[in-house]
């Protein structure tokens, strides 16, 4: 992973942005010698928080059944047959 201090960001923004469109290799800026921020191409960021957002469903899923809070395939049936039919 490729590591920038921020003052070099300010200076070489537009460098860096087309070296990171062209590796698609996520940037750490430091401040002060110590981990900032990320910069990362949009469309991994995009696809990135795709990813969480569909995680974050399992992990729902998950807390439910652990809980007990399910219903079988009929009982779902029956319940979403307004929107079925």
């Known amino acids: 992973m490729k590591v920038e201090l921020v003052t ?5 923004a ?3 942005l087309a070296e990171l469109h062209k590796s698609r290799e996520p940037v ?3 401040e002060h010698g110590k981990p900032s921020a990320y910069l990362v191409d949009f469309e991994d960021f995009e696809l990135l928080q795709r990813r969480m ?3 974050e469903g399992i992990a729902r899923g998950e ?3 652990l ?3 399910i219903m079988n395939h009929s009982d ?3 319940k979403m047959s307004k929107w079925l039919d």
């Open 53 to 55: 957002q569909i995680l």
């Open 76 to 78: 779902a049936k029956n």
């Open 8 to 12: 070099t960001l300010k200076r070489q």
């Open 14 to 16: 537009t460098k860096i």
């Open 63 to 65: 807390v439910a059944v």
């Open 28 to 30: 750490l800026i430091t």
């Open 67 to 69: 809980e007990g809070s």
